[in-house]
């Protein structure tokens, strides 16, 4: 669904897009933030552009063939069956609805029910499947009013709310009535158009910019291309502001320190929020540091995603937000930054855990990873083993552990204590469906000194 074009390309029209895509695990989501699971340190696939209103005025419509009359223009929660790009026609949502210049024409930002809130989009009203409309119910008092207005709450939340269970019902209702419109409908980063997923807080000033240009090294960010090029022209900058602790081939890692390089990390959160849904944005970068993956070649190094941690986490977290940039996923490099996070806590001496809660797809990406590794040692291993020494192998926290032998059914409770059961062709079964490593670190280039907090805070006196 994702699509990733160059800016040349994308001056070219684009053919329709596919159907919505299926859950895959290495299309990398969206991983939750740090700070109880609500914090992102400082999205929409890709669709074709904003669908060209028809030349049409709305008109009072013929009675829906539900039993209800439908009036123009439709009211804001009218639910209703709207045509995707693929053609096919999909229950949604009206979100809102906006006037088309002084005319007394609308156009509907829809949400296809029980998709992901990426898919959410503006569509004229040829779109819609007026015979299908539901209007809301009007706001009356009574106890079976506030019943059914209960009821529609708890389907708006279920469907829209995945990757939010740490939010009340109250939090989550604002969060979506906050960030219901997506606010930028592209980006330019490098060679590189996307579209993007997801609300993003940016700065006042930019809430009517529909399209945003960003530097590549620096991610400072520009409502025209031409103030973009004045700038990356002056910019002396071709890799993020930290230390390469990692190089391997076109492939490089960066630690970028959130205090250091505040002004950066802020620009990495704006970016990264259009394409994180469950994710609330802080300024505080001072506290996490920033590991950027990198393609290098003879302009620079070219940013393909990030992960970010605390640099001192009482539970443990080895990770609080991830993302790889739509016009580099499927290529396996979020594999590949869950596998740097856990070699990072190996030099460290630690056990890591990524925070919670977990995304949908985060924990299938991640579920995928630890299923790998643990039935790969498995495999190889002769005798028995205890899951205190996969945790010691793998730098992975017991808990996760027992839960993917769990999830697998390859463990049992015997005795007061937990037994693994897994014979070879099981796990050569269970492997094949985890699917391929992906891109894979090699722990012998990695160059990185873990964090002390009383230098860091000597080097700050000085």
């Known amino acids: 669904m994702t699509r990733a074009r160059s800016s ?96 007394n024409n609308y156009e509907y930002y829809v949400h296809y029910r029980k998709f992901n809130r990426r898919m959410d989009e503006w569509v004229p009203l040829a779109n819609l499947q007026l015979d299908t409309a539901i209007p809301p119910e009007p706001p009356e008092l009574g106890d079976k009013t506030r019943q059914q207005k209960r009821k529609v709450d708890d389907e708006h939340s279920e469907e829209e709310g995945e990757g939010h269970e740490d939010f009340d019902p109250a939090q989550l209702r604002e969060h979506e009535e906050f960030t219901k419109v997506k606010n930028i409908a592209d980006i330019e980063l490098g060679k590189y158009e996307m579209e993007t997923w997801y609300f993003s807080p940016f700065p006042p000033e930019y809430r009517e910019c529909k399209k945003m240009y960003f530097s590549e090294h620096d991610l400072c960010f520009f409502k025209h ?45 704006y970016l990264a929020k259009l394409f994180l849904d469950h994710k609330t944005l802080y300024w505080d970068v001072d506290l996490f540091l920033f590991y950027i993956m990198c393609e290098c070649d003879e302009r620079g190094a070219h940013i393909t995603g990030y992960f970010s941690k605390e640099k001192s986490s009482e539970e443990g977290f080895n990770l609080a937000c991830i993302l790889t940039l739509p016009p580099y996923q499927r290529r396996g490099y979020g594999k590949f ?39 790969t040692l498995l495999r190889e291993r002769e005798g028995s083993v205890s899951i205190k020494e996969l945790s010691d192998l793998t730098a992975f926290k017991t808990d996760d552990i027992i839960s993917t032998l769990q999830h697998l059914s390859l463990i049992q409770y015997q005795k007061g204590q937990h037994v693994i059961c897994a014979a070879p062709h099981v796990i050569d079964a269970h492997l094949r469906k985890a699917g391929g490593a992906g891109l894979e670190v090699d722990p012998t280039k990695i160059i990185f000194t873990p964090y002390n907090a009383e230098r860091d805070y000597n080097g700050a006196r000085v």
């Open 337 to 375: 930054l869950i596998s740097f996070s856990y070699e990072l806590s190996k030099i460290e001496g630690k056990v890591g855990t990524p925070e919670r809660p977990l995304s949908d797809l985060g924990l299938v990406s991640y579920r995928g990873y630890w299923t790998r590794v643990l039935l």
């Open 8 to 103: 040349a390309e994308g001056r070219r029209s684009a053919s329709a897009s596919p159907a919505p895509p299926a859950i895959d695990g290495d299309q990398y989501l969206p991983r939750q933030g740090a700070g109880k699971g609500k914090r992102i340190m400082g999205g929409k696939v890709p669709t074709e552009s904003l669908v060209t209103p028809v030349d049409m005025v709305d008109t009072p419509a013929e009675p829906s063939g539900r039993g209800s009359e439908v009036t123009l223009p439709l009211e804001v929660n009218t639910l209703v069956d709207c045509q995707y790009r693929d053609g096919k026609c999909y229950p949604a949502r009206i979100i809102e609805r906006r006037r088309l210049g002084d005319t």
């Open 225 to 269: 291309r031409e103030h973009m090029l004045a700038h990356v022209k002056k910019c002396t900058m071709l890799h993020p502001p930290g230390t390469e602790i990692y190089r391997n081939g076109k492939i490089s890692m960066f630690e970028v320190d959130g205090r250091k390089a505040k002004g950066y990390c802020q620009n990495l959160c």
